[in-house]
């Protein structure tokens, strides 16, 4: 097992501090005491795997990340349960997918067992800052990898960070939004890199989250690339949709992110009597569906709100349209209830996703 040594910060953040923090989190504003870190450098390997205070880098303005953009990152979250006790909810997925994540941008993979003990280590040292779960509050867990060799040439770097930032959030209760089916903005084709967790791919994605905002939309529908016809996702969660024959549909894999929120959500459909399927889906059938009512109900999900009702679609062409009644339905409900009743203890985890921390 991978061991990160502990530096322990001189200026913890004072007890009154940190429990203000706790109690009313914002998310991605504080963060712990401590991060984890560890260096990549050619010919050696990683090394130097260490819990440090949570610090500024030094960066050579150079640095390979700050020019081409070799960024890859996760997100996950640490629940408390009622009894005290702090889980992570199938880690084991975000560290696979952090290391085909970085193949993807040809950057030395951060071993899955490194990726993983850090999260343990690291939740377990700052336990004190994993809120009190009873409103679905947690800690949310940012592993990251950054190029920082300085070299202004087009090529993989040679040096890499590891880190790994812990900020404690809130009770987040998902608005219902309506989505913005853009003409002008693709997130994803064959072969690029859709199916990576780059920060690239969100920094593409802000203009067309403006584009939805200026039409009154809180997210955007992604259509595919090369016909703008089948549906992708909405850039930071994945979408799904309930038909009125009792399927949970969802876009295939292809240029799509795998969500574990997604691949969960597939998994608990049995049991609310749903049938999980994964196919292409065009915007016309879902235009066509909801007109008709055979589609019944839409969502968005990921980890940060777990499921995000959608409650209508806006676009150029169509204008608006509204799902069902206009309001979150009963089985986008019951699907996050049941999710979030696993993550914090409350139902059993028969699929056995939990990881205790301590
Ligand atoms: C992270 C992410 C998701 C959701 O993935 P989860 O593992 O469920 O949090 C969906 N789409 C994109 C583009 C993402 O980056």
Not at 9 to 37: I, L, N, S, Y
Request: proline share 6%; hydrophobic share 40%; net charge negative.
């Amino acid at each position: 097992m991978a061991t990160f040594q502990l530096h322990r910060t001189d200026h913890p953040a004072p007890d009154a501090e940190r429990e203000a923090v706790v109690a009313d989190p914002v998310f991605g504003k504080h963060f712990t005491d401590h991060m984890a870190v560890a260096d990549y450098t050619e010919g050696r390997g990683w090394h130097d795997l260490r819990i440090v205070a949570t610090d500024d880098f030094r960066l050579h303005p150079a640095a390979a990340v700050l020019h081409y953009g070799q960024e890859i990152f996760e997100g996950l979250k640490a629940y408390r349960h009622a009894d005290g006790s702090v889980w992570l909810f199938r880690p084991e997925r975000n560290a696979s997918r952090f290391v085909s994540s970085a193949h993807r941008l040809e950057m030395a993979p951060f071993p899955e067992e490194a990726f993983l003990a850090s999260l343990h280590e690291l939740v377990e040292l700052e336990q004190a800052w994993v809120p009190q779960g009873d409103g679905e509050q947690s800690l949310y867990l940012r592993p990251f990898q950054i190029a920082n060799e300085p070299y202004l040439g087009v090529r993989e770097a040679k040096n890499y960070i590891y880190g790994l930032l812990a900020t404690p959030v809130g009770a987040y209760y998902p608005a219902p939004v309506k989505l913005w089916v853009t003409k002008n903005f693709t997130r994803a084709a064959p072969g690029g890199t859709g199916t990576a967790k780059c920060g690239g791919n969100y920094a593409a994605s802000l203009a067309a989250a403006n584009e939805a905002a200026a039409h009154g939309c809180g997210q955007v529908l992604y259509l595919d690339g090369a016909e703008h016809r089948w549906l992708e996702e909405c850039g930071t969660m994945n979408f799904m949709m309930v038909t009125s024959d009792g399927e949970l549909v969802t876009p295939a894999l292809g240029s799509i992110l795998e969500g574990v929120t997604r691949d969960s959500l597939l998994r608990l459909a049995v049991d609310h009597d749903l049938r999980p399927v994964e196919r292409q889906i065009s915007i016309d059938e879902l235009r066509d569906g909801v007109a008709s009512g055979r589609v019944v109900e839409t969502f968005a999900c990921g980890t940060a709100a777990v499921i995000t009702p959608i409650v209508g679609f806006n676009s150029p062409e169509h204008g608006e349209q509204q799902v069902g009644d206009g309001e979150p339905g009963p089985v986008t409900q019951a699907l996050r209830a049941h999710l979030l009743d696993i993550q914090y203890g409350r139902a059993e985890d028969v699929h056995g996703w939990m990881r205790k921390v301590c």
